[in-house]
């Protein structure tokens, strides 16, 4: 089941926050954040388990709605170097089905 | 620097002909997968391997596609026979007992 991200596209400022989000109709075991350049392969950010907290690392930030099934990106203050195409990838079972399905991705287009 | 190895970079082959991709996964990695991206449908897992066992291929089509890990350090997935529509990038990625994705740089793929 591919979970669904919102919003497709985003065009910001430099220094501006966005969010980003993903969200499944299936219990998950946890939700993984991918940002890709133009041309790059899709380069990892976070992953954020069951029961876990909420991760970070300088200005980029997500959470994990267990009870909703939803997961939130922030990135805070945005940089040029943020640009990119975000994919939230979900895995839904630990033991039996853990493979990551990803969504269809949101682009992030910031100016300067 | 540790990383996925994908050849060739790039393929442009007729329709009808045999495509084989391979993937070095990075040392040490017991999960493999292949993903294949196009604009219209982003990121979609063919299969996964764990242990260089194949644990899941339901993505791919079954009649031309064909997914295998010789040993440790070699996937490879073969399409037979290839089709226009099968243009697309495809992407190797490893992960340390999933906890997560190294993508290799991609195998541009164009079925003339």
């Known amino acids: 089941q591919q979970p669904v991200q919102s919003p497709q596209a985003v065009i910001l400022r430099e220094g501006e926050d966005a969010v980003i989000n993903c969200s499944s109709s299936?219990?998950?075991?946890?939700v993984h954040w991918y940002r890709q350049k133009h041309g790059e392969a899709p380069v990892f950010l976070m992953i954020?388990?069951?029961?876990?907290e909420q991760k970070g690392h300088e200005k980029i930030s997500a959470s994990f709605n267990e009870k909703k099934q939803q997961s939130s990106l922030y990135l805070t203050a945005s940089q040029l170097s943020y640009s990119g195409t975000y994919f939230c990838?979900?895995?839904?079972?630990?033991?039996?089905?853990?493979?990551?399905?990803f969504g269809k991705g949101t682009r992030l287009h910031i100016l300067p | 620097d540790a990383r996925v190895t994908q050849t060739p970079r790039h393929k442009v082959t007729e329709m009808g002909q045999e495509v084989t991709m391979r993937c070095q996964p990075i040392?040490?990695?017991?999960?493999v997968f292949w993903y294949r991206q196009t604009m219209m449908q982003g990121l979609e897992l063919l299969a996964y391997?764990?242990?260089?066992?194949?644990?899941?291929d339901s993505g791919m089509p079954k009649d031309r596609f064909s997914a295998e890990m010789p040993d440790a350090t070699l996937a490879t997935l073969k399409i037979q026979p290839s089709e226009p529509r099968d243009s697309a990038v495809y992407f190797c990625?490893?992960?340390?007992?999933?906890?997560?994705?190294?993508f290799g740089q991609g195998t541009r793929l164009t079925v003339v």
């Open positions: 954020l388990l069951k029961g876990g």
């Open positions: 391997f764990r242990n260089r066992a194949p644990l899941d």
């Open positions: 040392l040490g990695h017991n999960t």
């Open positions: 990625a490893s992960g340390p007992d999933r906890a997560e994705a190294f």
């Open positions: 990838g979900t895995e839904q079972d630990r033991n039996r089905d853990d493979k990551i399905i």
């Open positions: 299936k219990a998950l075991y946890s």
